[in-house]
Every structure is written in C-alpha cells, then in structure tokens.
C-alpha cells in the first residue's frame, strides 16, 4: 500500500498489467521491475486480482514463482467452483424446464472458447439467465422451491434484472472470493436493452431469443445464444458498464481475445455483420475499438468498417479519452458521458442525458428497477420508510459527490468539442475574441442604465438612450455591410472592436445628455458591424461539415457567460469598495463600465490574428414580394414592440420599482439565463406537437400572461420569480419564427427576407423604446407593463390569424436558432443586457 500513496508519476498497476497482456507489440519492461511490495499491492486489488489469471496463462514467465504459485492456487479454487456451478445450474435448468420455462444463458461459462480457453479460467460469481416474459414468473417461482430468495435491492440504478435470487442458509465469508462452497446466486434478465435509460434505440435484439440454440459445455449442455449474438450481447452490454462509469477490465480483455483469435474467421464475421442491425453493430463497434485500444488485438475487415463509420463525436473521445476508465479508479470525472452524448442523435435525448448526469437530482424513489413483490402477489413489499431511508442517504450522497464532478465534467467536455476535427486555429481566434466582446459588453450593458439612474438621469432618457442606439443601427446597417465588403471581415471586425472601445469609454466619462444621445447614435452604428460580420465570419472559418457545430460553440458560451456575467456583476461594486474603501455607487458603476470596456478590447489581440479568404462576388439580393411576407412583418412588428420595451428597462424595474440591491439583480439575470436556456431547448418540443405557427403563437400567449401577472407582483421574490418565467417565453418563440420565414422563401431570396425582418425589428424596436421609456416616467411600471401584456397577447393573436394557415416545411432536427439571424444593434444591447 504504501507504494500506491508514493508520490510522483508512479504508472498505475492496471496500466501496466494492460500493457503486459497486448496481443500485439506487449509492454513487460515495467512488470518485470515490479517489486513484492507491488505484487502484493496488485494481488489485493479485485480488479487486478482477475487480471491475473490471463497474466498467469500468457505471460507466466514475467510473473515471479511466488505469484504464480498463489495464482494457481485461485485457479485451483476457481475451477472446482466451476464445477459446483454446472451442477447447480442444471439442477436449476431442470426444474425450470418441468414447469414450462424458458431462458439462455448469459455470460459466465457462456463466454467460453474465444473469450477464454475454458470458462473454468474465468471467474463467475453468479448465474445470469435471460427469460421471455412468460418464464420470468416461472423460473423465479422454481427457484423459490429449490430454496432461494429475493436480496434486497439497496440501490436506484436501472437495472435490466430483477432482484437476484440468493441461497436460504448461513455462510460465512472466509477470505477467499474462489471458495467452491461460496453461494452461487441467479439473476433473472427481462430485456437485452435498456433503451429507456440509455436513449440508444437498438433494432434487432429481439430476435436475438429466436436464434438461441443448445450448446455444449464438458459434461452438460445449456441454451445459449449463438456465437454471433453471444459477442454482440458481451459488447453491448460492456457498453452499458463503459457509459455509467468504468468498465471491468477483464470483460475488455475477454472482447479483444475473441477479436483476436477470431480475425481470420470471415465466414463468422459475415454473419455477424448480416444478423445485426447497423444500431447493434455500431455500439458493438464502439466497444470493439476500446478493446484494441486497450490491448492492441487485431480486428476483422467487417469491424473496422464498422468503426469507420462510428459518429465523430465517438471516434474523437477515443482519441483523447479512451484511456480515462483505465487512468481513473474511481473515476473522478464523467468522461464517458460525452462519449454517450456522440452516440445519441436527437437533441432532445442529449439534453436528457446531460441533465441526468450533470444535476445532483436523483431518480424518484423506487424508480428504475424492478421490485420483487411486482411478479408475485402475496409478497409484502419493503417497508416504505426503508425504501425512503435509503433514497435519502443515496440522494445526499449524490448531491455532495455532484459538485466535484461537473467542473471538471464540463471542461473536459470542452476540451473534447475544441478538438473536434476540422476546426482550425483562425476559428479559435474568432472564439476568443467573440468570448472577450461578449463577456465585456454584457458588463457594459448590465451596468450602463443603473448607472444612468444614479446620476440622476430618469427612464424617459433611457428610452431615448436606447432609442438612440437602434436609430443608430438603422442608418448603420448599409455603411456596414457596405464596410465589410470594401475593407474585408477582419479589418471591419478591427474597426468595431476599437470604434466599440472608444465610443464606451467616451460614454462611461461624458455626463452631458446631448453627448450621450450623439455616441449612443454612433455607438449603434458601429455595433451594427457585428451583427453583419458574424455570421459570414463563423461561416468562412468553418467548413461545410462543423459549421455548426462552430455557430453551436459560439451561441452555447454566449449563453454560459450570461449566467457568469450575471453573478461577478451582482458582486463587482463590492469587490470594488472593498479594494477601495470609501467609493461610493455611482463611481464604483463608472469603473466597473470601464472595465467591461477593456474586456471588449481584449478581443482586438486574437481579431488581428484572424485570416480570411476572399469570397467570391455575391449576386444581388433579392426582396421577396408576397402576400405571406407582408403579413409575417406585420406580425413581427407587433412583436417587436414587446422585446424592444421590457429588456433594456428590466435592471431599471428591479432597482427602481422593486428596490433590489445590485447583487440581488445579478442573482435574478442569473437564473432567468437558464430559464431562456431551457425555453430554447424545449421551443422544437412544442412546435412539433403544436405546429410552428399555433406554437409560436402559445408561447406568446404564455408570455403575455406571464407579463401580466409581473405587472401586478409586490415583492421581489414574486416580482424575480414572474420575470424568470417571462423571460424563458419571451425568447422561446424566436427560433419558431425564423424557421417559418426561411421555410416560406425561396434560397435566393433568404437574406433579402432577413434583411426585411431586421429592417421591421429595428424600427419597430427605436420607436417602442422610447415611447416606453416616457411611460414608465408617467405612469409607473404596473401599469406600462399591463399594456405590454395585451400588447403580446395582441401579437400573438395576429401571428395565429394571419400566419395559421401556412404550411411550413417541417426542419429534420426540429426548429433551431438560425445562425444566420440579423439583430439589430437595439436588440443586441438588450440581448447582452438580458444575458448579463
């Protein structure tokens, strides 16, 4: 032991174990120079343990007399277990067969000649048999007869078995995990699959039951499946052990002999390949290519085509990431769940996943496996304040282990999207230098108005202030694609970055009200830069097949850095005043817009890196001209007067209205963040179900009401509460409505229409802002917030009428956030605002 504590690079025993069993080019120097103590160390391991009978059998002569001599006294041990369990299962067999049960066997002495020389070198701990629905019952009730009983089940993971079945009697443990005279229990499988769990759909297992044949083993026989579906079953359900944490090292080692001594066979390998579905040999491949990764056997023809053709996703975690089960005992971080999020398709099982594995909440008690007294009535079922005692220790437990996994979880996760092929050092510039804008202008804009207000300013000047900025974005829109197309991508983003710097600067120090309107104007003609450039720019640095997964990259950590943003601005002025004592508000506001301004600068350093190719000249745009683009905006213009009035004034609302403290502000944009994010994800949930229009129209309708009942909260738990939930709605409908005017105009015509809607938006956005600046200087915020409400549930009723009879082409990922989205430079500060 104390050689596993010495400090320093010391290899891990199982590494070098692993090293020394590879079929091709093995790696003994390091266990020849293990000393006793080492050995001893190994030997007390489990996992080690096991791994020593292969070790024994191929590489005896690097192994030191004493070990073999205790090795082959386990082996001794082992083998007359064996023989004591093809007795009891043939007992079993028997008695299962009289009362008209059915099973295969699965695992144990099923893996024989391939995966090992002779079941009796491998160890078996218990039975497993696989019944149909029909036996399950059946063979249970025999098992109860020849003495057996139901184990306690003291966990909530999924199982695919019911509660094993264990011996009636005493015995006592004696030391040995070989003893003969051990009890051998049974464990009943209802499903080949848990699909349920996993998310991973298999077509084809099923009929792996039809194939089952008699197979023979020394002096008895057993229904087994065949030989093509007795590896596919090992794989897959190694794969089950790999995704919910760290395989068992042995079953690997077992795969990769039978990879490699069946290699040559291609008659069974083209059996294999016609008996299985392309899901089943896709999670076989993976499986597969772990077991060559670990002990470097050689594969058939037919599985490396298989691995071939495995996601991208999958084949870049094994470049990184397939030797985390081996390196981690235990693991300490979820590698292996980005391996399961690459093997899953739909965006909606991923999120399942991610939230599964990524939150502390665990399963609902009693949720996710199979309770005994559910196949046979009679048996009491457990008392329920055990069943709750064990699900609060499992829930606490879980909870504490939680915040030390997901850190590191997630970076790991995006250290593995950073790698994904094709994505070159010029997108990672971009990446950074979006990050520093980002990050720096939602600073900006999450202080800029409370800052306004401290200096004496009132909301009627915000909403010309803001007001100002979209009249600045209107007539900027041209001069600036204008700009990108003479002077190129890279020399306009360098343009905004440092027009952007200055200009919030010069806004952070000047006091004087026609000052502030004048750069405001110009503030927004500059920023109207970014929102032309993005898009091309993500667009010329990725290539067809990761575009988008760059515009995914880029919108993903935009929406982190709001929920960051949101709780360092909640606590920058007191971070401020305590540095420098005796600063009051207003200043420690001023500094931290100024320091949101170098942030932004910062991106200046990784744009000037940037390298664009030159496009080749577009045609014209083309304007559609249709009945359904005239009603579209005007439905949209409707709309736009509800998030071009509520955004820019919300850190206003909550200061001024609610009486909230700076960090409680930052606490409120905090979680609305991820109340847009879940919106967003379950936006292509409600379209499918509803439709694109009638969806669109129900989630305004949500956030009409959600609006209204802001309106009439007192106090700032009720106020923060309804702003959340109004938030999440009011973004959620967003990628319906782009989906439906890209899918109602022709290609050619796509940017004239973007083109057109932000024309609508902007306009629509100037003149909202200042009309609601003036009325909520008026009339105060309950009220202007009432009529915003009719004003949604207005939109939404015009968005029903005039866009519900269109028929929209159906996206075959559901409704997605467009990349190519224009905002206007109004939108853009309310969006920084909002994230923040």
């Not at 026989?221 to 068992?248: E, F, K, N, Q, W």
């Not at 990050?435 to 202008?441: Q, W």
């Not at 905006?633 to 919300?650: D, E």
């Amino acid at each position: 032991m104390a050689w596993a504590r010495k400090a320093g690079p010391v290899p891990d025993p199982l590494s070098i174990l692993v090293d020394a069993l590879r079929f091709r080019d093995p790696r003994t120097t390091a266990l020849d120079a293990f000393t006793d103590a080492q050995w001893e160390y190994a030997l007390g391991r489990w996992d080690l343990q096991r791994l020593a009978f292969p070790l024994r059998l191929t590489r005896g002569e690097h192994v030191p007399d004493w070990v073999r001599a205790q090795i082959d006294r386990n082996l001794a041990d082992n083998s007359k277990r064996f023989e004591r369990i093809k007795q009891i299962y043939t007992r079993v067999a028997l008695a299962a067969s009289k009362v008209g049960a059915e099973h295969v066997v699965l695992k144990g002495f099923a893996h024989g000649p391939g995966f090992v020389e002779h079941p009796r070198q491998r160890f078996q701990s218990d039975i497993d048999l696989f019944c149909p629905p029909e036996s399950l019952f059946l063979t249970r009730r025999a098992l109860l007869q020849l003495g057996y009983q139901s184990q306690p089940v003291s966990h909530h993971l999924p199982q695919d078995h019911i509660a094993p079945m264990i011996p009636r009697g005493p015995w006592q443990w004696r030391g040995n995990p070989y003893d003969a005279e051990m009890p051998v229990g049974f464990e009943l499988h209802f499903r080949l699959w848990n699909q349920e769990h996993t998310r991973i759909p298999l077509i084809g297992p099923e009929d792996f039951w039809s194939r089952r044949c008699q197979r023979p083993l020394d002096d008895i026989s057993y229904s087994g499946l065949c030989d093509v579906d007795t590896i596919g079953y090992a794989a897959v359900h190694l794969l089950r052990d790999l995704l919910g944490g760290v395989p068992d090292s042995t079953k690997i080692y077992e795969i990769a002999r039978f990879l490699n001594t069946s290699a040559g066979d291609t008659n069974f390998w083209d059996r294999w390949h016609e008996s299985h579905h392309r899901s089943v040999r896709r999670l076989e491949a993976v499986t597969f290519q772990l077991a060559t990764t670990w002990f470097a056997n050689r594969l058939p023809p037919q599985v490396e085509d298989e691995i071939e053709q495995l996601p991208r996703m999958v084949r870049t975690w094994f470049d990184q990431r397939a030797d985390a089960p081996l390196l981690q005992r235990p693991p300490l971080y979820k590698d292996n769940l980005w391996l399961h999020i690459g093997l899953l398709d739909s965006a909606k099982d991923k999120t399942a996943i991610l939230a599964r594995s990524l939150t502390p909440i665990p399963p609902p008690v009693g949720a996710n496996y199979v309770q005994e007294h559910a196949l046979e009535s009679g048996t009491p079922p457990p008392k329920p304040w055990r069943r709750y005692a064990r699900y609060l220790s499992y829930s606490t437990s879980r909870t504490i282990s939680w915040f030390g996994v997901v850190p590191p979880t997630l970076a790991r996760g995006l250290r593995l999207a950073c790698s994904a092929p094709g994505l070159e050092r010029s997108f990672w510039n971009f990446f950074a230098a979006s990050f520093c804008f980002d990050f720096g202008m939602m600073i900006f804009f999450f202080f800029y108005n409370l800052y306004l207000l401290d200096r004496g300013f009132h909301e009627n000047f915000l909403g010309l202030i803001t007001s100002a900025m979209g009249a600045g974005g209107l007539a900027g829109a041209i001069p600036a694609g204008l700009l990108a197309r003479r002077i190129g991508l890279r020399n306009s983003l360098l343009t905004c970055f440092t027009s952007v710097f200055v200009l919030s600067v010069a806004r952070s120090l000047v006091g004087s009200e026609p000052a502030l309107v004048a750069l405001a104007f110009l503030a927004g003609m500059v920023m109207t830069i970014w929102a032309v450039t993005i898009s091309p720019s993500i667009a010329q640095l990725t290539s067809e097949k990761n575009r988008s997964l760059g515009f995914s990259l880029i919108f993903s950590t935009g929406i982190g850095l709001g929920v960051v943003t949101g709780i360092i601005c909640g606590r920058l002025p007191a971070w401020l005043a305590h540095l420098r004592p005796g600063i009051n508000d207003m200043h420690a506001k001023q500094i931290s817009l100024l320091t949101g301004c170098v942030i932004a600068a910062c991106g200046i350093w990784p744009v000037a890196r940037l390298r664009f190719r030159t496009p080749p000249l577009s045609a014209a745009k083309f304007y559609p001209h249709s009945p359904f683009m005239y009603r579209f905006l005007l439905a949209i213009a409707a709309w736009s007067l509800v998030t071009g009035a509520i955004p820019p004034f919300a850190t206003a609302y909550f200061s001024r209205h609610v009486g909230m403290s700076v960090g409680r502000i930052g606490s409120v944009f905090a979680v609305s963040q991820f109340a847009q994010v879940i919106a967003i994800l379950a936006a292509p949930v409600v379209l499918r179900k509803f439709g694109t229009v009638t969806g669109i129209a129900c989630m305004q309708i949500a956030a009409a009401i959600a609006l209204a009942a802001l309106s009439q909260t007192q106090g700032p738990t009720s106020a923060m509460l309804m702003y959340v939930v109004f938030s999440g709605f009011l973004w959620m409908s967003e990628p319906g409505m782009y989906t439906l005017l890209m899918s109602q105009v022709k290609p050619e015509q796509q940017t004239g229409a973007s083109a057109l809607n932000f024309l609508v938006i902007g306009l629509a956005q100037m003149i909202t802002a200042a009309v609601a600046g003036s009325a909520f200087t008026r009339f105060g915020y309950s009220a202007v917030l009432g009529v915003f409400a009719g004003l949604a549930l207005l939109s939404a009723l015009l968005f029903q009428f005039l866009l519900g009879k269109t028929q929209s082409a159906p996206s075959p990922s559901g409704a997605e956030v467009s990349p190519g989205r224009a905002h206007s430079p109004h939108e853009i500060a309310a969006v920084f605002s909002e994230r923040a």
